[in-house]
Protein backbone atom coordinates (compact mmCIF):
# COMPACT_ATOMS: atom_id res chain seq x y z
CA UNK A 1 0.00 0.00 0.00
CA UNK A 2 1.25 3.81 -0.72
CA UNK A 3 -0.25 6.60 0.62
CA UNK A 4 0.77 10.06 0.73
CA UNK A 5 -1.02 12.43 3.00
CA UNK A 6 -2.04 16.16 2.33
CA UNK A 7 -2.84 18.53 5.51
CA UNK A 8 -3.93 21.84 6.59
CA UNK A 9 -4.70 23.21 2.66
CA UNK A 10 -6.04 26.43 4.35
CA UNK A 11 -7.46 27.62 0.79
CA UNK A 12 -8.89 30.73 -0.14
CA UNK A 13 -12.33 31.19 -1.90
CA UNK A 14 -10.19 33.21 -4.65
CA UNK A 15 -7.30 35.19 -3.56
CA UNK A 16 -3.99 34.27 -1.73
CA UNK A 17 -4.97 33.28 1.81
CA UNK A 18 -4.28 35.85 4.28
CA UNK A 19 -3.40 37.53 1.28
CA UNK A 20 0.36 35.64 1.64
CA UNK A 21 -0.59 31.87 0.82
CA UNK A 22 -1.23 30.58 -2.68
CA UNK A 23 -2.99 27.83 -1.21
CA UNK A 24 -4.30 26.69 -4.87
CA UNK A 25 -1.18 26.65 -6.99
CA UNK A 26 0.63 24.90 -4.25
CA UNK A 27 -2.16 22.06 -4.48
CA UNK A 28 -2.43 22.25 -7.96
CA UNK A 29 1.15 21.37 -8.03
CA UNK A 30 1.06 18.65 -5.25
CA UNK A 31 -1.58 17.07 -7.16
CA UNK A 32 0.72 16.64 -10.37
CA UNK A 33 3.62 15.31 -7.72
CA UNK A 34 1.60 13.03 -6.31
CA UNK A 35 -0.10 11.65 -9.50
CA UNK A 36 3.37 11.01 -10.62
CA UNK A 37 4.35 8.88 -7.27
CA UNK A 38 1.14 6.70 -8.19
CA UNK A 39 -0.22 5.91 -5.09
CA UNK A 40 -2.69 4.50 -3.87
CA UNK A 41 -5.11 6.43 -1.85
CA UNK A 42 -4.56 10.19 -0.93
CA UNK A 43 -6.00 11.33 3.18
CA UNK A 44 -6.81 14.79 3.00
CA UNK A 45 -6.26 15.41 7.20
CA UNK A 46 -8.06 18.62 7.56
CA UNK A 47 -8.34 22.33 7.23
CA UNK A 48 -9.01 21.81 3.51
CA UNK A 49 -10.70 25.21 3.72
CA UNK A 50 -9.07 28.65 5.60
CA UNK A 51 -12.52 29.84 6.71
CA UNK A 52 -15.17 26.78 5.97
CA UNK A 53 -17.00 28.29 3.34
CA UNK A 54 -18.65 26.22 0.44
CA UNK A 55 -16.68 28.69 -1.83
CA UNK A 56 -13.38 27.40 -0.69
CA UNK A 57 -14.04 23.93 -0.17
CA UNK A 58 -15.11 24.00 -3.66
CA UNK A 59 -12.22 25.51 -5.06
CA UNK A 60 -9.87 22.72 -3.36
CA UNK A 61 -12.49 20.06 -4.63
CA UNK A 62 -12.25 21.03 -7.54
CA UNK A 63 -8.02 20.88 -7.84
CA UNK A 64 -8.19 17.62 -5.46
CA UNK A 65 -10.52 15.76 -8.15
CA UNK A 66 -7.18 15.92 -10.25
CA UNK A 67 -6.04 13.60 -8.37
CA UNK A 68 -5.70 10.13 -10.08
CA UNK A 69 -5.90 7.86 -6.83
CA UNK A 70 -8.77 7.84 -4.98
CA UNK A 71 -8.75 10.31 -1.98
CA UNK A 72 -10.58 10.14 1.74
CA UNK A 73 -10.60 13.57 3.98
CA UNK A 74 -11.75 13.94 7.36
CA UNK A 75 -12.80 17.51 8.64
CA UNK A 76 -10.48 20.11 10.35
CA UNK A 77 -11.06 22.89 12.40
CA UNK A 78 -11.33 25.44 10.18
CA UNK A 79 -13.97 23.56 7.80
CA UNK A 80 -17.62 23.53 8.20
CA UNK A 81 -19.11 19.58 7.56
CA UNK A 82 -22.35 21.47 6.04
CA UNK A 83 -19.66 22.89 3.17
CA UNK A 84 -17.94 19.51 2.96
CA UNK A 85 -20.85 17.59 2.98
CA UNK A 86 -22.27 19.79 -0.30
CA UNK A 87 -18.61 20.41 -2.38
CA UNK A 88 -16.91 17.02 -1.53
CA UNK A 89 -17.97 13.94 -3.43
CA UNK A 90 -19.59 11.19 -1.53
CA UNK A 91 -17.00 8.63 -2.70
CA UNK A 92 -14.42 11.02 -0.43
CA UNK A 93 -16.53 11.69 2.22
CA UNK A 94 -18.40 8.91 2.46
CA UNK A 95 -19.93 9.73 6.14
CA UNK A 96 -23.20 11.38 5.63
CA UNK A 97 -24.65 10.83 9.30
CA UNK A 98 -25.14 13.53 11.78
CA UNK A 99 -22.94 14.75 14.93
CA UNK A 100 -19.92 13.21 13.19
CA UNK A 101 -18.39 12.41 9.92
CA UNK A 102 -16.11 9.71 10.62
CA UNK A 103 -16.04 6.30 8.38
CA UNK A 104 -13.78 3.06 7.95
CA UNK A 105 -12.60 2.21 4.67
CA UNK A 106 -11.06 -1.41 3.73
CA UNK A 107 -8.01 -0.65 1.18
CA UNK A 108 -6.35 -3.96 0.49
CA UNK A 109 -4.13 -4.88 3.34
CA UNK A 110 -5.20 -2.27 5.21
CA UNK A 111 -7.93 -0.38 7.13
CA UNK A 112 -8.36 3.16 7.37
CA UNK A 113 -10.63 4.73 9.86
CA UNK A 114 -11.39 8.41 9.66
CA UNK A 115 -12.28 9.77 12.68
CA UNK A 116 -13.69 13.16 13.03
CA UNK A 117 -12.17 14.96 15.86
CA UNK A 118 -13.53 18.45 15.19
CA UNK A 119 -16.19 20.46 16.97
CA UNK A 120 -18.18 22.59 15.15
CA UNK A 121 -18.19 25.38 17.97
CA UNK A 122 -14.05 25.21 18.87
CA UNK A 123 -10.64 25.36 17.45
CA UNK A 124 -9.61 21.99 19.54
CA UNK A 125 -10.24 18.54 18.65
CA UNK A 126 -12.98 16.48 20.72
CA UNK A 127 -13.41 12.48 20.96
CA UNK A 128 -17.32 12.42 22.59
CA UNK A 129 -18.37 9.31 24.15
CA UNK A 130 -20.40 8.50 21.14
CA UNK A 131 -17.14 8.89 18.38
CA UNK A 132 -15.47 7.02 21.42
CA UNK A 133 -17.89 4.15 21.04
CA UNK A 134 -17.96 4.51 17.62
CA UNK A 135 -14.02 3.69 17.21
CA UNK A 136 -14.34 0.90 19.59
CA UNK A 137 -16.61 -0.98 17.53
CA UNK A 138 -14.86 -0.59 14.88
CA UNK A 139 -11.31 -1.55 15.43
CA UNK A 140 -13.17 -4.38 17.39
CA UNK A 141 -14.37 -5.56 14.15
CA UNK A 142 -10.92 -6.60 12.83
CA UNK A 143 -7.25 -7.34 13.29
CA UNK A 144 -6.59 -6.22 10.42
CA UNK A 145 -3.67 -3.13 10.53
CA UNK A 146 -5.23 -0.07 10.64
CA UNK A 147 -4.25 3.78 10.07
CA UNK A 148 -6.40 6.17 12.22
CA UNK A 149 -6.34 9.53 10.33
CA UNK A 150 -7.98 12.52 12.08
CA UNK A 151 -6.93 16.25 12.34
CA UNK A 152 -6.11 16.78 15.85
CA UNK A 153 -3.28 15.53 17.17
CA UNK A 154 -4.86 13.82 21.06
CA UNK A 155 -1.63 14.81 22.58
CA UNK A 156 0.32 17.79 23.47
CA UNK A 157 3.12 18.71 20.50
CA UNK A 158 4.86 22.08 22.52
CA UNK A 159 3.21 23.88 19.94
CA UNK A 160 1.88 27.14 22.22
CA UNK A 161 -2.02 27.65 19.77
CA UNK A 162 -2.85 23.84 19.31
CA UNK A 163 -1.93 22.83 23.43
CA UNK A 164 -4.15 25.12 25.11
CA UNK A 165 -6.78 23.65 25.34
CA UNK A 166 -5.92 20.49 24.09
CA UNK A 167 -8.25 17.61 22.83
CA UNK A 168 -11.44 17.24 24.54
CA UNK A 169 -12.24 13.61 25.08
CA UNK A 170 -8.60 12.86 24.84
CA UNK A 171 -8.58 10.01 28.00
CA UNK A 172 -11.05 8.46 26.51
CA UNK A 173 -9.53 8.02 22.90
CA UNK A 174 -6.51 6.79 24.76
CA UNK A 175 -7.98 3.95 26.68
CA UNK A 176 -9.95 2.50 22.85
CA UNK A 177 -6.38 2.89 21.40
CA UNK A 178 -4.34 1.24 23.89
CA UNK A 179 -7.20 -2.00 23.89
CA UNK A 180 -6.00 -2.37 19.67
CA UNK A 181 -2.56 -3.18 18.74
CA UNK A 182 -3.23 -3.44 14.91
CA UNK A 183 -3.70 0.44 14.85
CA UNK A 184 -0.14 1.43 12.99
CA UNK A 185 -0.56 5.27 13.06
CA UNK A 186 -2.58 7.61 14.43
CA UNK A 187 -2.02 10.20 11.21
CA UNK A 188 -3.08 13.57 12.03
CA UNK A 189 -2.23 17.45 10.91
CA UNK A 190 -3.60 20.09 12.77
CA UNK A 191 0.21 21.83 13.93
CA UNK A 192 1.52 22.66 10.62
CA UNK A 193 4.55 20.69 11.40
CA UNK A 194 5.98 17.07 10.99
CA UNK A 195 6.14 15.44 14.79
CA UNK A 196 5.77 12.46 15.87
CA UNK A 197 5.12 10.71 19.33
CA UNK A 198 4.80 7.43 20.87
CA UNK A 199 1.33 7.90 22.80
CA UNK A 200 0.03 4.55 24.90
CA UNK A 201 1.89 2.12 22.41
CA UNK A 202 0.53 3.73 19.10
CA UNK A 203 2.65 6.17 16.73
CA UNK A 204 0.94 9.41 16.41
CA UNK A 205 2.44 12.19 13.05
CA UNK A 206 1.30 14.94 12.38
CA UNK A 207 1.58 15.82 8.50
CA UNK A 208 3.36 18.91 7.58
CA UNK A 209 0.59 21.91 6.06
CA UNK A 210 0.28 21.93 2.36
CA UNK A 211 2.27 25.39 2.03
CA UNK A 212 2.12 27.24 5.84
CA UNK A 213 4.63 26.14 8.31
CA UNK A 214 4.54 26.59 11.91
CA UNK A 215 7.04 28.94 13.18
CA UNK A 216 8.39 27.17 16.47
CA UNK A 217 10.34 27.52 19.39
CA UNK A 218 10.31 24.82 21.70
CA UNK A 219 10.34 27.53 25.03
CA UNK A 220 7.07 29.14 23.78
CA UNK A 221 9.23 32.73 24.30
CA UNK A 222 8.13 34.13 20.26
CA UNK A 223 4.30 33.68 19.28
CA UNK A 224 4.40 31.86 16.41
CA UNK A 225 3.37 32.40 12.94
CA UNK A 226 3.67 30.37 9.58
CA UNK A 227 6.45 30.78 6.54
CA UNK A 228 5.33 30.65 3.61
CA UNK A 229 6.60 27.17 2.16
CA UNK A 230 6.60 24.76 -0.76
CA UNK A 231 4.37 22.02 -1.13
CA UNK A 232 4.77 19.40 1.76
CA UNK A 233 3.07 16.23 2.76
CA UNK A 234 3.61 12.86 4.32
CA UNK A 235 4.20 9.53 2.13
CA UNK A 236 3.57 6.43 4.12
CA UNK A 237 4.29 2.79 2.40
CA UNK A 238 4.93 -1.08 3.23
CA UNK A 239 8.11 -2.19 2.61
CA UNK A 240 9.34 -5.70 1.44
CA UNK A 241 9.18 -6.66 4.51
CA UNK A 242 5.74 -5.63 5.25
CA UNK A 243 6.53 -2.55 7.80
CA UNK A 244 4.71 1.12 7.81
CA UNK A 245 7.49 3.07 6.28
CA UNK A 246 6.42 7.01 6.96
CA UNK A 247 8.46 9.65 4.86
CA UNK A 248 8.49 13.52 5.19
CA UNK A 249 8.77 15.39 1.57
CA UNK A 250 8.89 19.24 0.64
CA UNK A 251 8.52 20.00 -2.98
CA UNK A 252 11.63 22.67 -3.00
CA UNK A 253 13.82 22.72 -5.35
CA UNK A 254 18.03 22.06 -3.93
CA UNK A 255 20.94 21.05 -6.13
CA UNK A 256 21.39 17.23 -6.50
CA UNK A 257 21.00 14.23 -6.28
CA UNK A 258 24.53 14.15 -6.20
CA UNK A 259 26.21 10.12 -6.08
CA UNK A 260 27.73 9.31 -2.99
CA UNK A 261 30.92 8.44 -3.94
FE1 LIG B 1 -4.50 24.19 9.96
Known amino acids: ?28 KLVA ?10 LVSGDIAHEGSVAETTRAAA ?9 YLTPGNHDTRSALQA ?3 QAALPARESGHLSYCIEA ?7 LDSSDPDAPHGRICPA ?73 VMTAPSLGMRLSWHPDHIKTSGFFDTPPAFLWHMHNEDGVLLSHEFTLDQPDGPFGFS
Request: aromatic share 4%; with cysteine.
Open 1 to 28: MKIAQISDLHMGAEEKTLGIVDAAGKLE
Open 63 to 71: LLANLTAPY
Open 131 to 203: RAAWLETTLAASDTPTLIFMHHPPIKFAVEETDKPPMEGADMLAKVVARHPQIERILCGHIHLMAQALWHGRL
Open 87 to 89: AIP
Open 108 to 114: ETLRIIA
Open 33 to 42: HINGLQPDLV
